[in-house]
Each structure stands twice: as C-alpha cells, then as structure tokens.
C-alpha cells in the first residue's frame, strides 16, 4: 500500500529524495557555522574565564553532584506522588462540572468556585501559606511535615487547572455522543464514566503531558520550606563554596527528565494527528 | 380494541422563538411501522427526540403502554430502556470495538450478566451478517455496516418499540439497500416502529401508516396509498411533486 505512490510516480520521489538528503547537508553545515559562532565569541570573550570559575567548574561539580542528585531522587518522588494524586482529583473535578440539570448546581457552583479561587492564587503564596501555616497550628492528628504539606499545595493548584484541561476534552467529544449513550438508557454519570471521558482523556493527553513538564519543575518550589530536594540540595552547597556550579548541576537534572518528556509530547502529538487525518479520510 | 403501543396527544415544542412542532397528535399500535416524511426541518427528528425523552415537550402528553411517560415523576431512563432509537450520524462510540458497543447498555443498565450480553450479541450479529466485524473499532466497518450495528445496539436491550431517526441520510446510496433491509426485516417480526425518512418508495412499502409534517404540525396522515396517490393537502402535493421530480420516487 505505502509503496504505491513510489511506482506511479518515481522520478518525483527520487528527486524528492536528492532534495532530502542535500537539506539535511544544508542544516548541518548552517548549524556547525552559527554554534561554532556562538561558542567562539562566548569562548574568547574577557569575563568567559571567571564565569566558567563561578558556573562550570569541573572540581565543584563533582563535588555536588552526589548531594544535588540524592536531593533529586526526592523531587522525582513527589513528582510522581503528586501527579497521580492530580490527574485522579482533577478528572473529579471535571466530571462534576460537567454534570448537567439543576440539581447538580450546588456541586458544580463548588467546583467552579474553587478552580476560580485556586488559579488565582501564585503557587509559591499557596505553597508558603499551606508548608509553614497549617503546621504551626500545631492541630491535633494534622500531619506537620512541611514537605506533606507543599505537596499537597502543588496538588491543590495543578488540579485546578487540570480539570480544565480534562473539561475541555469533555467538551470537546460531539454531544450526539452523549445523546447516544443517554438514548440506550445510561444516566449521566454512566454516559460520562463509560462514553465521554475515555474519549476525552484521548483528546488532551498532549495537554496533560505538557502539565507534566511543568509540574516536573515546579516540585522543586518546596525548596522554600526547606524540605532538602535537589534544588534546596544546590543552594546548600553554594552557601558553603560560594560557587553556582551545584546550581548548574540541578538545572541539568531537572532538563535530563524535562527535555525527553517534551520530545515524546511532540512526538505523539504529531503521531495522534497524523491517525486522525487517516481516520477522516 | 388494544391499547395503542404509543399516543401523543397535543405535543408542542419550541426552541427558543422558534416553534418546532405544534399541536402533534399521533397514535401508534403495537406492530405497527408508521413512517414520518417531510423535508429538513419540519420536526420530524425533534418529534422522535421527544418520544425518546432526549428532548423537553413544552406542551402536551405521551403516554406509552396508555400510561404518561411525560410527568415529572417518570425517570427518562427507565423509560429510555424500553425504546430503541437510531440517528443519521449512526453514533456508535468510536472506543469500543462492535461487540463492547453493543454489550455496554444491557450490562450496565439492565443488569445483564455479561455472558448472556455477549450471547445475544453474537446472536444478533449473526442475524445481520456482521459476525466476523465483532471485534472491530466502528472506523473499519463501512457507513452502512456501521448503521446496522448502532441498529443492533439498540435492539440489544430488547425494546418495545424503535425510532428511526432518517438513518439512511449520511449512507451513500449504494448502502441505503441493506439498511432499509434490516428495517424490513424487523417489520416482519412484529416490531413497532416509528421512521423517518426520505425514502418515499421505502416509507410507500413499509409503512402502516404515513405522517407527513410540515412546519412542526402533522398536516395529513392516512395509509401510504392514500397519501402518496391522493393527498388531500395541496403542501403534501406539492412536496411529493418534487420528490417526483428529483427522480426519488
């Protein structure tokens, strides 16, 4: 089937495919020139030997590294932790608010009162707010860990935006969809568990993998609360060396996870659009 | 004389400004096919939509089995259980292969065992010839396969009654045949039917009883050789004349 259109039309795509491969002799020769440039001035200019003393220094980097990644090892559990916990309150969220009919208005006037309140809110305030406030009330039976608590502050604020997220792959399957699923008897929460949400969550898995890289770095806002993750890690070691390399070293760990994940967004974006054109077709 | 399977008395409905259907009066007995045509627009969709408690009456009453399904206190799902309905966009659930589309509402809402489902599935599956697409997702099967299993999805949960909600509209016309034959079939086993469509030579077949709707009132029903060789309402003339004209009956 794929090979079809290379016998109707093989001149154009053996042209097509000289044309390729001096594209990709274009880009590498434009890419080594304008890097090469870059470096070059970077590399010769007066300040480059002290900030590679302050930033790059390859003694305090393996000095760092050991702590920073221990530190990191954390801020990839509460990561994990937090996005299970998001992307399970958040659908809830989503699902209440679109419930239709009257009755449900007390449960999706909460909802939207609370996404409203919670995106507001800058997730650095929220996080200080809930890490050193609700342990200093020093209540009964309330756990007083700070890191428990900025974790549950990142949750609290990430599901707000999430459930949008999910919201808008909710609405965006047809509302026949629905009619259907309620024609054959199914009530609403059926028709959203069995009919909308799976098609849904399809539709806005590149958005929800984009909400992983955010949170993926945002995890390290706990760092104000003095939980010791990678960042509060890096900033221990500069307090004591005066040198930003641990600083470095953290931004590399954080871009080892982020950097792959982006890429597989992009990747299955374009896979998923690519199979939707076939469908229409 | 038996109770009607299905009556409409005075049934009004408007969206808005716009008056959609007005002052519908209908009665359908049971085994009966009554066929409902008139061009785009004229309420025949919305009055099945209403039948099927998809849609809100304003006005009016349908009482199905001689009892009201239109009062406040009859919950629309249990009497969504007891009728079929199939739309033009066929609407299958394009996650789910045939045989989970089909097994999803009589395990789910009418609480039976999957087996059994999965059985009486098969079983119709058979009857339609669509064994072999069983376990196929609903974007592999071709438009007229496709509307003959959402007609099986609703037959799955054993109704009472069906509506037809001018299935064959979105199918290209060398598939029309073998849906029609699936209604055809269903007439022959003594299920009541309510169909809109604009397939007159079909609805001239089929029917018991033709309704011809114009601007959301019923302006003239009677047998099918009546309103097709001698309507009395010069609207009804008029749109057969075209429909005769386009070559479609």
């Given at each position: 089937?794929?090979?079809?259109?290379?016998?109707?039309?093989?001149?154009?795509?053996?042209?097509?495919?000289?044309?390729?491969?001096?594209?990709?002799?274009?880009?590498?020769?434009?890419?080594?020139?304008?890097?090469?440039?870059?470096?070059?001035?970077?590399?010769?200019?007066?300040?480059?030997?002290?900030?590679?003393?302050?930033?790059?220094?390859?003694?305090?980097?393996?000095?760092?590294?050991?702590?920073?990644?221990?530190?990191?090892?954390?801020?990839?559990?509460?990561?994990?932790?937090?996005?299970?916990?998001i992307l399970t309150f958040s659908l809830v969220l989503a699902m209440i608010r679109s419930l239709?009919?009257?009755?449900?208005?007390?449960l999706r006037?909460?909802v939207i009162?609370y996404i409203?309140?919670?995106?507001?809110?800058?997730?650095?305030?929220?996080?200080?707010?809930?890490?050193?406030?609700?342990?200093?009330?020093?209540?009964?039976?309330?756990?007083?860990?700070?890191?428990?608590?900025?974790?549950?502050?990142?949750?609290?604020?990430?599901s707000a935006y999430t459930a949008e997220v999910y919201r808008a792959g909710i609405d965006s399957v047809?509302?026949?969809?629905?009619?259907?699923?309620?024609?054959?008897?199914?009530?609403?929460?059926?028709?959203l568990r069995?009919?909308i949400v799976?098609?849904a969550i399809?539709?806005v898995?590149?958005a929800l993998?984009?909400?992983?890289?955010?949170?993926?770095?945002?995890?390290?806002?706990?760092?104000?609360?003095?939980?010791?993750?990678?960042?509060?890690?890096?900033?221990?070691?500069?307090?004591?060396?005066?040198?930003?390399?641990?600083?470095?070293?953290?931004?590399?760990?954080?871009?080892?996870?982020?950097?792959?994940?982006?890429?597989?967004?992009?990747?299955?974006?374009?896979?998923?659009?690519?199979?939707?054109?076939?469908?229409?077709? | 004389?038996?109770?009607?399977?299905?009556?409409?008395?005075?049934?009004?409905?408007?969206?808005?400004?716009?008056?959609?259907?007005?002052?519908?009066?209908?009665?359908?007995?049971?085994?009966?096919?009554?066929?409902?045509?008139?061009?785009?627009?004229?309420?025949?969709?919305?009055?099945?939509?209403?039948?099927?408690?998809?849609?809100?009456?304003?006005?009016?009453?349908?009482?199905?089995?001689?009892?009201?399904?239109?009062?406040?206190?009859?919950?629309?799902?249990?009497?969504?259980?007891?009728?079929?309905?199939?739309?033009?966009?066929?609407?299958?659930?394009?996650?789910?292969?045939?045989?989970?589309?089909?097994?999803?509402?009589?395990?789910?809402?009418?609480?039976?065992?999957?087996?059994?489902?999965?059985?009486?599935?098969?079983?119709?599956?058979?009857?339609?010839?669509?064994?072999?697409?069983?376990?196929?997702?609903?974007?592999?099967?071709?438009?007229?396969?496709?509307?003959?299993?959402?007609?099986?999805?609703?037959?799955?949960?054993?109704?009472?009654?069906?509506?037809?909600?001018?299935?064959?509209?979105?199918?290209?016309?060398?598939?029309?045949?073998?849906?029609?034959?699936?209604?055809?079939?269903?007439?022959?086993?003594?299920?009541?039917?309510?169909?809109?469509?604009?397939?007159?030579?079909?609805?001239?077949?089929?029917?018991?009883?033709?309704?011809?709707?114009?601007?959301?009132?019923?302006?003239?029903?009677?047998?099918?050789?009546?309103?097709?060789?001698?309507?009395?309402?010069?609207?009804?003339?008029?749109?057969?004349?075209?429909?005769?004209?386009?070559?479609?009956?």
């Amino acid at each position: 089937m794929r090979r079809g259109p290379q016998q109707l039309w093989p001149r154009r795509t053996k042209r097509r495919r000289e044309e390729g491969s001096r594209g990709a002799l274009i880009a590498a020769g434009s890419t080594i020139i304008v890097f090469g440039l870059i470096l070059w001035v970077v590399l010769t200019s007066a300040a480059w030997p002290e900030v590679q003393r302050q930033f790059f220094s390859w003694k305090h980097f393996k000095e760092s590294f050991p702590k920073v990644l221990g530190g990191f090892w954390l801020d990839i559990q509460m990561f994990i932790i937090a996005e299970i916990l998001i992307l399970t309150f958040s659908l809830v969220l989503a699902m209440i608010r679109s419930l239709r009919g009257p009755a449900f208005f007390p449960l999706r006037a909460i909802v939207i009162t609370y996404i409203d309140l919670i995106r507001g809110i800058p997730i650095l305030l929220l996080i200080l707010l809930m890490g050193f406030g609700i342990p200093a009330l020093q209540l009964q039976g309330v756990p007083k860990s700070e890191m428990f608590w900025g974790v549950t502050a990142l949750v609290i604020s990430y599901s707000a935006y999430t459930a949008e997220v999910y919201r808008a792959g909710i609405d965006s399957v047809h509302e026949s969809q629905r009619m259907s699923a309620r024609s054959l008897g199914l009530t609403q929460t059926q028709a959203l568990r069995y009919v909308i949400v799976p098609q849904a969550i399809r539709n806005v898995i590149p958005a929800l993998l984009n909400g992983f890289v955010s949170l993926q770095k945002d995890v390290a806002l706990v760092f104000v609360l003095g939980v010791r993750e990678g960042l509060r890690e890096a900033e221990i070691y500069k307090a004591g060396t005066f040198n930003y390399t641990s600083y470095v070293v953290a931004a590399m760990l954080f871009l080892a996870i982020s950097v792959p994940v982006a890429r597989f967004t992009d990747w299955y974006t374009e896979r998923d659009r690519r199979r939707r054109q076939v469908m229409s077709t | 004389m038996t109770r009607p399977k299905l009556e409409i008395h005075n049934l009004s409905k408007s969206f808005d400004d716009k008056i959609v259907l007005r002052d519908v009066d209908l009665t359908v007995n049971s085994h009966e096919v009554v066929c409902l045509i008139g061009s785009s627009g004229s309420g025949k969709s919305t009055l099945l939509k209403c039948i099927n408690l998809l849609v809100d009456i304003d006005d009016g009453e349908i009482l199905l089995d001689g009892e009201s399904i239109t009062t406040s206190s009859v919950n629309p799902n249990d009497v969504r259980q007891r009728m079929g309905i199939v739309f033009q966009a066929f609407n299958l659930f394009p996650h789910m292969t045939v045989l989970e589309n089909i097994t999803l509402s009589p395990v789910k809402v009418h609480g039976v065992s999957r087996q059994e489902a999965v059985a009486r599935a098969r079983h119709l599956l058979d009857q339609f010839g669509l064994a072999e697409k069983i376990d196929e997702y609903p974007d592999r099967l071709s438009g007229g396969q496709q509307q003959r299993v959402a007609v099986i999805r609703s037959l799955a949960i054993q109704p009472e009654l069906m509506l037809f909600d001018e299935v064959t509209s979105a199918l290209d016309p060398e598939l029309v045949a073998e849906v029609l034959g699936v209604i055809r079939g269903l007439k022959n086993e003594g299920m009541t039917m309510i169909v809109a469509t604009h397939e007159m030579g079909f609805a001239r077949d089929v029917a018991d009883q033709v309704c011809f709707l114009d601007a959301g009132v019923i302006l003239e029903k009677g047998a099918p050789k009546k309103i097709f060789s001698q309507p009395d309402q010069p609207r009804t003339r008029q749109f057969l004349q075209r429909i005769v004209e386009a070559g479609r009956l």
